[in-house]
């Protein structure tokens, strides 16, 4: 039997009504009829057909989904709530594999076909997250793409032996090196990022920075990140997620920062938070900037939000930055898709003829109407397969 | 046949397993086992059974639900979306009375049980909306319980003749008398306030008053609202919504604010916006002001967002304040609950012995889980009668 697919009757970005035929994985023709008698046929009665949607930060060894409601009681400083979560890992057996696992399928049924993750590292734990979600990667590559990020989550230097272990990590198959607050939780800004810029020199590998720290101390740790990465020439190759500091009202601030960021080639990931400074996403994009999105940590130590449904974050980032027009909306959706694409330079990706058939079908009668409305996704397509239907992914986890 | 009804197996506020005895829609036992043969039973099987939903803000009568979807394409001004409504409404026929059913029947699935809905009244269109809401009221009465406030969305002294029409709309039936952005919208805050309370002692009704206008602007509209309570003795009579200059980080400004609101008793509506400064609730809680939330408008000229959900909406309240523990969420919860009874100053509200038999049953672990996972409701019961379950209203909408 063939491999060939055709989805009927869909609305390609909520355009008019077409066909799509996959063949070996791959998007060959998109026209108002195909006929592709060796194909399955999924009509899909007009719905819209939209690329995958990509969760460019996620935390998948640690969430506590499926694993009994957990109350939250971790004090409010950041640093309690690493402290907090790196005790309960063995204390209730957070195991990597499974929680991501546990995730993949979550993200899967809602449609997420790429999935960047961070993953700590640290010295109470060692590999077991890196190991634990390379598994998971390895296990469910027939459904999902992943990008794995050593994240040193309780700090790098201030923990002596993190270093060592964020090295091995990239050996042993992460592909990114992860960062957090060079100020704020690592106390030695030029220690730590010295550090992490050697490594990724070291295994040519991107950075992907966690900065939550905010106003001028934001401001000068992106001041050492943009000094490195000039230097070092990795124009293209660094990602701030969070970046807080980019949504100060100051922008006296805020304005230089924009400017280097577009010059470098540097991403930013933000989640849209409701209860922090954001960077302002139309203005990035407006000065070129690559702006991707992600659910972050959803139901873990940190706090009980999140359900790693990429199409309600697109509805968050709205909101976030008040975008009430239709077009402003579709610049969110677009974070969540092809900026996440461009952030985790993934290749073929779109939906067009030559691309990767990673898709997604939902019922709605534009882009916005579906981002707001959130329904199940009628079908998730990926490697020209149909991985999902009405929100239930072909895979089971543990 | 009795009118009895038996909540079995349920657990109230997410505590143990217990049965609830209605009868002649009143709460009239709650107790580990519970016999009553004439009663119709209800298995919730270890659900929660939660007071019914209080969405103390809404727009009953413009929001576009089930028009089709229409592109926004307002301009980004206050006025802008005003003015475009305005237009709009006739243009294309988005009737108070349609739209308002459809809108009760949407809420009342989610497990609202009272509403609070400002009602826009104006020169274009007059009593148009207050007929159109107190119909709905009337014809819904079975299903929700209605506030209905007068609201001169467009301006009270800017458009001659505005106030006479409130005047009217509090004659034919309106309950309370409501304002909007003294500064900024009507350009004379003196003339605004010294209106629109003036209606308020002329019929002795409450005030709620939409405040978009924020810093000093907003602080100052807040003052000449401090003087008249104060001088009227309108102490407790006064609800102010959004309220954004309370969320301007500046202490010396909020505080004096927040000492005055608990003096004179004001209530303040927050939607928990995430692109605005909000009122900081967990602070407001402490100094004992009654806090309640709205969907605000759904779906309509304004914006895309939206859908009537109060439980998710205690999400967006916790997301806003940064609320991460359990204690917290329930803060929020509390907001949406018991603070728009406190606000609508409900009878015999609550999930308890004597209170009117107004609650809901959801799946979830606690409290905090249902709020952030927002399952279907299993069951809302009004006045001791089921009237939806799992989402379906047993009234339908034109």
Aim: hydrophobic residues 40%; contains cysteine.
């Amino acid at each position: 039997m063939s491999d060939a697919l055709l989805i009927r009757n869909g609305r390609p970005m909520g355009g008019k009504p077409s066909d799509i035929l996959i063949r070996n994985g791959v998007i060959t023709e998109i026209a108002e009829t195909i006929s592709a008698p060796d194909a399955t046929i999924e009509d899909v009665a007009g719905d819209l057909v939209l690329p995958g949607l990509v969760e460019a930060h996620a935390h998948l060894d640690k969430s506590l989904w499926g694993m009994g409601w957990r109350p939250n009681d971790a004090g409010p400083r950041l640093i309690d709530k690493i402290d907090n979560e790196r005790h309960l890992k063995r204390a209730i057996n957070i195991d990597p594999a499974r929680q991501s696992a546990r995730q993949v399928v979550l993200s899967v049924g809602h449609g997420t076909t790429h999935i960047r993750s961070h993953v700590d590292v640290d010295t109470d734990h060692g590999m077991w997250g890196i190991e634990g979600v390379m598994a998971t990667r390895a296990a469910y590559a027939d459904i999902v793409d992943m990008d794995i990020v050593a994240f040193p989550q309780s700090g790098l230097l201030r923990r002596p032996g993190t270093l060592a272990l964020m090295d091995q990590a990239l050996k042993e198959g992460a592909d990114v090196v992860g960062g957090i607050d060079p100020c704020a939780i690592d106390r030695d800004p030029k220690g730590h990022l010295d550090a992490i810029f050697g490594l990724a020199q070291k295994y040519g590998r991107p950075l992907d920075i966690h900065l939550h720290e905010q106003g001028e101390m934001g401001a000068f740790s992106f001041d050492l990140i943009f000094e490195r990465t000039r230097a070092l020439g990795m124009h293209g190759k660094v990602v701030v997620s969070h970046a807080f500091c980019l949504g100060a009202p100051d922008r006296d601030l805020v304005d230089p920062m924009i400017e280097q960021l577009a010059e470098l080639d540097i991403g930013i990931m933000t989640t849209g938070p409701a209860g922090r400074p954001a960077p302002p996403v139309k203005r990035l994009l407006e000065a070129g900037i690559r702006v991707c999105s992600g659910s972050d940590g959803i139901r873990d130590t940190w706090g009980p939000y999140g359900n790693a449904d990429m199409l309600e974050r697109v509805m968050f980032v709205g909101l976030r930055n008040n975008f009430r027009r239709d077009e402003e909306v579709e610049l969110a959706f677009q974070v969540c898709t092809i900026g996440g694409a461009a952030v985790m330079r993934l290749d073929n990706y779109g939906l067009k003829v030559g691309a990767r058939a990673d898709l997604m079908v939902v019922a709605g009668e534009t882009i916005t109407h579906a981002a707001v409305a959130r329904p199940l996704r009628r079908l998730v397509v990926k490697h020209g397969r149909v991985v999902a239907r009405y929100g239930s992914c072909v895979r089971t986890s543990p």
